[in-house]
Nanobody, 117 residues
């Protein structure tokens, strides 16, 4: 099993920055890719960014150029640096990890990100 513990998030004005962290523990050899999902009230959950074990990244079009996903394997921690935040980025953000079988196997507890206009 793998446990994911998040930190970061909070309230920021539009144009500001926040960083989310996600520290993994447990059977870390199970982890293949990791990512960040978000869900705003009344909207579907969406994948914001992902990073493979090898470091390949993917971004949702609306955050590309503003958000950066990274992974520090030595610290077993993944980050999401969010710059130039917009009110539409307001959501609960969850980190995730998978074992490479096409489904999300592990979820973090969630972090509220609120961007005021």
């Amino acid at each position: 099993q793998v446990q994911l513990v998040q930190s970061g998030g909070g309230l920021v004005q539009a144009g500001g920055s926040l960083r989310l962290s996600c520290t993994a523990s447990g059977d870390l050899l199970r982890i293949n890719s990791m990512g960040w999902y978000r869900q705003a009230p009344g909207l579907q959950r969406e994948l914001v960014a992902s990073i493979s074990h090898g470091g390949d990244t993917w971004y949702l079009a609306s955050v590309k150029g503003r958000f950066t996903i990274s992974r520090d394997n030595a610290k077993n921690t993944m980050y999401l640096q969010m710059n130039s935040l917009k009110p539409e980025d307001t959501a609960v953000y969850h980190c995730t990890a998978d074992e490479g079988l096409g489904v999300i196997d592990y979820w973090g507890q969630g972090s509220q990100v609120t961007v005021s206009s």
